[in-house]
């Protein structure tokens, strides 16, 4: 799932404080929109802001120093071509950074084509930056998984496996441990990147784990700050199963690493057996302590393969 659309007027709003900017121009349509075949096929939000460029329509125009320069050395005739030029490229806002004034032919420009124009003191990279980060989050394919998501050692750690094996209480010892918590039950992940997925927690949820018998626990209120988080980028997903399961459908020592697709983007993943008198919580650790090896390019079951075919290859000394 991926939104399609955001207005002027709620991304004016939403920055008004830290972008201290003002809306000077294209008041008529504060609900103008990015366009949506332009969202649905961007491949980051790189490609929805950017310094004033004319051949990248449909995405918020920055005019910092050097692009007001551009506008205002020259003589009225291309002034006025290279402002209007602005209007066939029909960018959903147009910001002037960098303590900059607008010319006056660009702020009519706006106000005759309805493009709300926003004016701040902030630097354009900076501007850029936040309202790239924004669109980033809002614009992301995303979809939501059942499970525990933590934070174990650094990792962004998804628990998974059926009703009942006992990842909350798995996630309760392991916060007890140390670890912090994301989200429980819910857990909404976001692709952000090409290669990345992030995880957060649905507002409803925001700092709550539920233990059966218990009922809901507040974990900041219970462990203090340290205990949670807003966010995580997802590594790993050590998913439970029952031991019948583990010992029908998974090899023992897979040959090579488990990976599952979420949004597109492959996800290292381990399968752990829940039986009687296992230690999940510090099997859940060596598997993220492994994974951070293998993505140090540490890889031990292909040095232990090495060793085996080297030991089969040289000379018994003893005979």
């Not at 939403?14 to 103008?32: D, F, L, V």
């Not at 929109?33 to 125009?61: K, T």
């Not at 120093?65 to 959903?92: G, K």
């Not at 697709?261 to 290292?268: A, T």
């Amino acid at each position: 799932m991926k939104p399609t659309s955001i207005s002027a007027e709620r991304l004016f709003e939403e920055h008004r404080e830290a972008m201290r900017w003002e809306w000077i121009a294209g008041h008529a349509h504060p609900e103008r929109r990015f366009d949506e075949a332009a969202v649905r096929d961007a491949q980051s939000a790189a490609d929805l802001v950017g310094y004033l460029n004319y051949i990248h329509p449909y995405r918020v125009q920055i005019v910092g120093r050097r692009e007001v320069a551009y506008l205002q050395d020259c003589s009225p005739e291309d002034q006025e071509r290279r402002i209007s030029r602005i209007v066939t490229l029909e960018p959903p806002v147009l910001i002037v950074a960098d303590k900059q004034v607008p010319p006056q032919a660009l702020v009519a420009m706006c106000d005759r084509a309805d493009i709300p124009l926003f004016v701040t003191a902030e630097s354009a990279g900076h501007v850029i930056d936040v309202v790239r980060n924004h669109l980033s989050h809002l614009f992301a394919n995303r979809t939501t998984r059942h499970g525990v998501f933590m934070d174990i050692l650094g990792l962004g750690v998804l628990l998974t496996g059926e009703s009942g094996l006992g990842k909350s209480e798995l996630g309760l010892e392991l916060i007890s441990r140390g670890h912090g918590l994301v989200a429980d039950d819910a857990v909404d992940l976001y692709r952000v990147s090409q290669i990345s997925l992030e995880g957060r927690c649905p507002e409803l949820l925001m700092n709550l784990l539920e233990v059966r018998g218990i009922g809901l626990l507040d974990i900041k209120a219970i462990f203090g700050e340290t205990a949670v988080r807003r966010k995580m980028r997802l590594k790993l997903i050590v998913h439970l199963v029952r031991k019948e399961t583990l010992e029908r459908d998974f090899e023992r020592l897979p040959y090579e690493p488990l990976y599952e697709d979420i949004l597109d983007v492959p996800v290292r993943k381990v399968v752990i057996a829940v039986d009687a008198g296992r230690n999940l919580a510090v099997l859940v650790e060596a598997a993220v302590r492994n994974t951070i090896l293998q993505l140090r390019g540490i890889d031990t079951y292909s040095e232990f393969v090495e060793r085996h075919q080297r030991s089969m290859t040289q000379p018994d000394p003893d005979r």
